[in-house]
Structure formats: C-alpha cells, structure tokens
C-alpha cells in the first residue's frame, strides 16, 4: 500500500461486513483429499463420481470440530459476529466494527485514496494467537477493495437489423449457430431440470432479463435470487455485469434454472454457493491477483469433490493480468487448477465466407456457419506464480514450464463482435466475462446430456479440465485450434505475452469448442449408483482409560443381488484408528474393529465410520460416541501476557491441561474464577500432547493491587476438578 495515499484510521465504529478466516488441513488429510478428487475424475475408480454433501467434506477433510468451535468463540470474544461457519469447516465469516477487527488481528485500519478511489484496508499483516497458527492460513474481506469485473461495454441504439454496413452485433441464436450448440437444442439438451449459479455482488431487479428474452423469442425464464449477508444494493458497473452473465448464461443454457447469488463481494457469494452445494455449475466473471488470495484453493477443492464444475473468466488484461502493467501474470481465482479458466477470442471474419446472412432470424441471429477465430489481443493467459503444473495438464503446445497455464478453453469475447446485453437499454460488451457465462451454460448441456442418457443419475462433473485435455488428445472435433492472435501487453518497460499457435497456447488454450462434438463424446460415463447407508455401533459405550471397545459397521446398499464392497475407514475427527475391507454379509457388507481407549481423548469422543463406495454403490458416513473415563488427574499450569497492566488494557491468560503420562489430549472446560465470581468458561483445544484454553481479560474486571485468578478445569469425562491460581497486578 503507498504510504502516500494513508487517509488515516478509519471510525471505530466502522461496519466490516463479511470477513473470513480461511482454515488449513493436516498433510494427512490433503493427501486424502487429493486421492479422492483424482478417483472422482477416474472413471475405472470405485469413488469415480460419488460426489460427497459439504457435511461429509468438513467431517472428513476439515479441521477438528473443537478447533473450530475454539476460534470461533475467540472471535466472537473480541465482540465479533460470527455470521457463518462453513459446513465444510474450509472458513469462518464474520463481521463487527473497526476497533474489534483492530483488537482481534493486532493491527490498524486505515482508509486510502487509490486509483481515485477511497477504500480501507489493515495498514499492517494482521496476527492470530499461536495456539491457531496451524489452524488459520490466511484471511480476506479485512478491506473494501472489491474483485474486478472482466468486461468492456459501451451503450448502444439497437436496430431491427443487427447485420448492417459489416458490423455485427452476437445474438443467441448466433453464438448458437458458430459453436454448434443448435445441435444439442435440435436433440432436446437445452438444460431442462438443471440448475446453473451465477456469481455477483450486487443486488438485481427482474425487468431487464424478460426484456432481453422477449426480444430475441427466448421462453420466459426468471432467475432466483439469493442473497447471503450484506445487502450492498445496487452497483452500476456491477449491475452490467450480473446483466451479462445472468442474460448470457441464459441464452445457452435456455430451459435451465440460473439462480444468481450475490453478497458484498462476488467472492464471499461463490464461497456460500459451493458450501450450500447450490448447483453443479458457477461461473464467476470477477479475478483479483494471483498474490492477493492463494487460499481459494480449499473452497475450489470442496465444490469439486461435491461434483461442482466452476468456470472463470481468464481476465481482460492479456499477459499483465493482474493489471499491474509491468509483468507477465495471471488472475485469481481462473489459476487454481480446480478451476476452468475462459479466454477469448476474436470471430476473425474479414476474408473467405460469406460468414453472415443478409437478414436476421426472428431470433436476431444471422451467422450462417462456424466463423473461424483468433486469439483476442486482451484474452487474459499466462502460467500461475503459485500452483505448479497438474498432472493433467498436456498435450501439444502446453509449455514446458512446471507451472499452471491458463486458459483452459476460449470462446468470442471481442468487441469487434460484441455480445449485445439489455439493462436499461441496449449495450454492446465484450470480454471474457461474457465467455465464461456462455461456457458454463454449455456445461450445463452437458450435465443435460449426461443425465438424459442415463450416464449419471443426477448432474454433476466436478473438475472438466483433466477430461478436456485428454479429449482434445481424442477427439479433436470437439475444439476449434486458434493459430493466429496474441495477447501481448506493451508497457512502460517493455513487451511481453504470447502468441496463439497449433495446439494449446496461452492466448485461447486448447482453443473454442463445438458444443455439439463436445458433449456427444464425452469420455467416461458410468452406470448410476446406489444409494448406501452405514450404520454404526459401539459396544461398550463407556469404557476406561485402559479398556477397548468393539466398533462393529454395517453398510446396506439397497439391494439384495450385490452386497456392497469397498473399503471402511475409522476415523476420530482428523485422525484415522484404522482401516478395513467391507466382508458380504446377505445383503451387507459387514466390517468390525478393536479400538483402544488409549487412542481416544478423555471424555466424550465421536468416532466416524466412511464408506468409500464404488462405482455401482455411493460413499457414505455414520457417527457414533464412545465416551472415555479416567481417574488420574490431569495437571494444569497458567501463564498470563502481561502479568502486570494497567485497567484501561487486557491480558491474555493461557491455561495449560496436561495428561497423565500415556494418556490422549485432555478435554473438557477451564473456568476463570476470582473468588466467587465467574470471569469466563472455555473449551479446550488440543495442542500436541496437551490441551490449552485462551482467555483475554480486559483490566476492567480486576480490582487495583494484586488478583489472584484461579483456573478451574473439569474433564467431559467427569474428571475430578484441577485448579491452578495465578496473580495478576493492575
């Protein structure tokens, strides 16, 4: 941030609405999570498509339970609002005034006057007690610099002729026409019973899309709306754009319900879509740097695993992405290799044809054919600073670089021929935020396709780019090769970018699709699924410190001619007891287990049983409680940060719960007493061997001279209670 353009701190009672800690995962659990996504995609796997719910997500790859309620409560012991903690456990939102985000993060905020804007911002890195260091890996919405969004418009006086004196205006049944999706329309694949999210963050009014659809003959067909959070009203610029989207996304996918979610920021909006599981596809035409937010990753991963195809816009400033102007890059979130970047391209038709009818069709198209391309000049490509190269990734062309390129896949984006868009009037808008809409509708054709064929039983692909890549390997008929273009940036300090070339390149990927090639042969259908339910038992429920007890699990698959195989895994929170394979038991798969009350936490503790499943039976979970007890008492020590302050400044108190040798983490609650008055009560958080609580106490509650605190813990397990006292001066 240029010191230069500091405002100075903001009012204390400043509103930050929305915030987010994002959450981290053990070694452990991302490796199992990247061996899930890859036999979700493999079709000769068991898990191949067995897309899992956001509970099953956050239960199986978020972080434990405890730990998250222990930030939660530390957030909102600050006097923050905890707006939402994501059933996946990847963030926790928030919101509160200034002087409590202030408090909380160690840090100040500041307005800046920038780019003619006025915005605010931490003026410093913000800081997280350590006991969360491993918990939280990074933060965002501690400011009001909002995503950008990716297109070029200019406003329009629209004639009944959209083909006239060489200028061309794309309407629907245009786009339909040059990548073949008229085709699909002609088979009955026109998204019927499907559902498509649109990201925004604006709020909308319902007047500009049936006067869009009316004119070029399109079905009445409204979007829903949904609203998470902040209201932020209505945004001009952003109001264009949901336009485009919602209108373009629409147009393709022409019977599906487009459902357009919006909050504060467009990122928050994706965020709440993928954790509510809202549909199986999103598009999103907003980026930001690649350097401002390298967390998005676990919420691209959580949508893919729940079959969620996410497409984005590669973004409107050719190899500068980020806008900077003075170096190659790339945009968030169109970098995360969970995610389909979109270029663009131009329809490149000054010579050969005729590409265009004299006269438009009652829809307004006049294309008479595919109208070849090439690369668009702003298309947004280049290789990602963060994410390496995935496997998947390759093929002719693909550079040797070690890094993710991006796109993945371009269509028009031009303003040469722009898309015409309705709000308020006719607008004439280009960029490859009209491209990613337009994709994600052909997507949506394809979850059409996939499920009226009987390939899946309900809509869903996840992560496309591994199967975009190898069936461009396949069948090349399915993409239109860009060769000519480029999206170099001329900048102060040179020229840099790239050129469109046979194969994949930087400017349109692997190049524009024929809609109806692509679907048609899509690679890797399987037989639907059936549906499991497990079935857990513990016995006994109670045992001591030194017992065992006998897990028993049961998995029905719904039919007696195949009982269910696969694998079980027993798992407490983020740490998993043991494995074993299904044994057929008449129509069950049987699997049991001997667990060791040594590995358990004292207390009450919830063990979990996941299926895998197969390729002809779904995954699924079942929980059950076994509750520890132990008569050697825990030790406990108490720390205070500062020991000494004045009564206008608070402490940090750290309670320490120690186990007896050999035994697990404790658990339970700590209870700050003063005498007879109750100053707070935690649960603990295991930390390593041990079990901490974290208090802040503001020198309000204490009396001048010297206060001896006592620390009061009880194990869940009804532990006799352990005291410590520590003596705090004001």
């Known amino acids: 941030m240029n010191p230069l353009a500091d405002l100075g701190r903001v009012e204390p009672s400043l509103i930050v609405h929305q915030a987010s800690l994002t959450l981290g995962i053990s070694k452990a659990q991302q490796d199992a999570l990247d061996r899930l996504l890859e036999d979700q995609r493999d079709p000769n796997s068991p898990n191949y498509h067995n897309w899992i719910t956001p509970d099953d997500f956050g239960q199986r790859f978020g972080p434990d339970l405890r730990d998250v309620e222990q930030l939660s409560a530390w957030l909102q012991n600050h006097g923050l609002t905890i707006d939402k903690v994501s059933h996946g456990r ?16 160690h840090t100040e905020l500041h307005y800046y006057q920038v780019d003619g804007e006025k915005h605010f911002a931490n003026s410093t890195d913000i800081s997280v007690p350590e006991a969360f260091a491993d918990l939280v890996n990074g933060a965002r919405g501690i400011n009001d610099f909002l995503p950008k969004r990716l297109h070029t418009a200019k406003r329009i006086q629209v004639k009944p002729e959209f083909t006239s004196g060489g200028n061309h205006s794309l309407a629907p049944d245009d786009l339909a026409t040059i990548y073949d999706i008229a085709a699909l329309y002609s088979a009955g694949i026109d998204g019927t019973g499907q559902k498509l999210v649109i990201a925004g963050q604006t709020q909308i009014n319902l007047t500009d899309i049936p006067a869009f659809r009316s004119y070029f003959h399109l079905s009445t067909n409204d979007p829903q709306i949904v609203l998470y ?36 920021d467009v990122f928050t909006s994706v965020m709440d879509a993928i954790d509510d599981n809202l549909a199986p596809v999103i598009s999103v035409s907003y980026g930001a740097c690649e350097q401002m937010a390298p967390v998005f990753q676990s919420v691209a991963q959580q949508g893919n695993a729940e079959g969620i195809t996410w497409m984005n816009a590669s973004g409107d400033g050719g190899a500068a992405g980020c806008g900077s102007g003075y170096v190659a890059s790339v945009i968030l979130p169109a970098d995360i290799p969970e995610v389909t970047a979109v270029g663009g391209t131009e329809l490149n038709d000054e010579t050969g044809g005729p590409w265009w009818g004299p006269t438009n069709s009652l829809g307004g198209g006049s294309a008479l054919s595919y109208i070849p391309e090439k690369g668009w000049s702003l298309s947004g490509g280049g290789a990602s600073a963060y994410y390496a190269k995935p496997i998947w990734q390759t093929g002719p062309g693909v550079p040797a670089d070690g890094a993710r ?23 004439d808008v280009g960029g490859t935020s009209a491209s990613s809409p337009s994709f994600a509708g052909i997507v949506t054709l394809l979850n059409h396709y996939l499920v009226s064929k009987g390939y899946q039983v309900k809509a869903g692909v996840g992560n496309i780019n591994p199967a975009l890549y190898q069936l461009a390997k396949t069948t090349p008929s399915a993409f239109h090769d860009i060769t000519a273009g480029n999206n170099v940036a001329d900048t102060e300090t040179g020229s840099f970018g790239y050129q469109a070339g046979p194969g994949y390149d930087q400017v349109t990927g692997l190049g524009s699709v024929d809609a109806y090639n692509l679907v048609t042969n899509w690679k890797g259908q399987q037989p639907a699924s059936h549906t499991t339910t497990t079935y857990l038992t513990a016995a006994p429920a109670t045992v001591p410190s030194n017992g065992s007890v006998q897990i028993t699990v049961v998995v029905n698959g719904g039919t007696v001619l195949s009982p269910p195989t696969g694998t079980i895994t027993l798992a407490l929170g983020n740490h998993t007891l043991a494995t074993a394979s299904l044994i057929p038991n008449g129509a069950t798969g049987l699997a049991s287990f001997v667990v060791k009350a040594s590995s358990l936490a004292m207390g009450p503790n919830t063990i979990s049983a996941a299926f895998a499943g197969t390729g002809t039976f779904t995954s699924s979970l079942a929980l059950v409680s076994v509750m520890v007890t132990q008569s050697v008492p825990a030790t406990i020590s108490a720390q205070a940060f500062p020991a000494s302050i004045v009564p206008s400044a608070s402490t940090e108190l750290l309670i320490t719960v120690r186990p007896p040798p050999g035994s697990a983490a404790p658990n339970g609650t700590v209870t700050l007493m003063d005498g007879a008055t109750t100053l707070g009560t935690a649960h603990l958080t295991s930390y390593g061997t041990s079990s901490i609580a974290v208090f802040m106490l503001p020198g309000s509650k204490l009396t001048t001279g010297t206060n001896t605190i006592k620390a009061q813990y009880r194990s869940s397990g009804g532990m006799a209670q352990t005291t410590v006292t520590v003596t705090l001066l004001l």
Request: proline fraction near 5%; charged fraction near 15%; aromatic fraction near 18%.
């Open 405 to 427: 390129d991006v796109p993945d896949v371009a269509l028009s984006a031009s303003t040469y021929d722009p898309y015409m868009v309705y709000s308020g009037g006719w607008w």
């Open 229 to 264: 959070g902040y209201n932020p009203g209505i945004r001009s610029g952003d109001y264009l754009e949901a336009m485009l989207d919602l209108e373009w996304s629409g147009a393709v996918a022409r019977n599906a319900t487009i459902i357009y979610v919006y909050s504060n």
């Open 90 to 105: 990847v963030w926790i939102q928030f919101s509160g005034p200034a002087e409590r985000i202030e408090s909380a993060f």
